[in-house]
């Protein structure tokens, strides 16, 4: 059974750093792209950006809104993936959630999701 | 960036309705379209890949169409559980968007 599980959400000072996991078991890791997708309170999703499997350099893409501020990385040994959050501002208060991505032909899909960790930035 | 709007926003509906969601694209993203279901307090669960590829274990009540810019999500009738918020999501090109969503609520 694929399983996510986030953690490190908090509350955390405005303009401070948070650093987000996502421990995955039940597939084999190292072979899937994975995504952050984050909710703000009372919100819709928003796409934070994605890490990029080994055979793809571990490359990542990000959303404009969190370019710069934000960095994935993984460790495939520990079935890890991580969200190291900077410069936080009040509106990247959300609960974050990772995501599996299933290739379907030149796609990923996130057909697997953690429960999410709330982050919530105080001013 | 690609853009997404979804039809309608809140919907209003009973068990055993036939349900359409619109979702329209800025610009054409062929087929690279998900569907997501989620209810409260829950992560999102994916229903259709593909525009029209339903996922594994999604009751068959749930269908998906459309190509181009405009798709639809169909429910044919619709059961208690399936009261949540839907959302599009493009995979056409980065950065990856989601519409903004639609709430299904009880009548």
């Known amino acids: 059974e694929v399983q996510l599980v986030e953690s490190g959400g908090g509350l955390v000072q405005l303009g401070g750093s948070l650093r987000l996991s996502c421990v995955a078991s039940?597939?084999?890791?190292?072979?899937?792209?994975m995504d952050w997708v984050r909710q703000a309170p009372g919100k819709g999703l928003e796409w934070v950006g994605r890490s990029r499997d080994r055979a793809h350099s571990y490359s990542t893409e990000y959303a404009a809104s969190v370019s710069g501020r934000f960095t994935i990385s993984r460790d495939d040994s520990k079935n890890s993936l991580y969200l190291q959050l900077n410069s936080l501002k009040t509106e990247d208060t959300a609960v974050y959630y990772c995501?599996?991505?299933?290739?379907?032909?030149?796609?990923?899909?996130?057909?697997?999701w953690g429960q999410g960790t709330l982050v919530t930035v105080s001013s | 960036d690609i853009q997404l709007t979804q039809s309608p926003s809140f919907l209003s509906a009973s068990v055993g309705d036939r349900v359409t969601i619109t979702c329209r694209a800025s610009q054409g993203i062929s087929s690279y379209l998900a569907w997501f279901q989620q209810k409260p307090g829950k992560a999102p669960n994916l229903l259709i890949y593909a525009a029209s590829t339903l996922q594994s274990g999604v009751p068959s009540r749930f269908s998906g169409s459309g190509s181009g810019t405009e798709f639809t999500l169909t429910i044919s009738s619709l059961q208690p559980e399936d009261f949540a918020a839907y959302y599009c999501q493009q995979l056409n090109s980065y950065p990856i968007t989601f519409g903004p969503g639609t709430k299904v609520d009880i009548k």
């Open positions: 995501a599996r991505m299933r290739r379907i032909g030149s796609r990923y899909y996130a057909d697997s």
């Open positions: 039940g597939f084999t890791f190292s072979d899937h792209y």
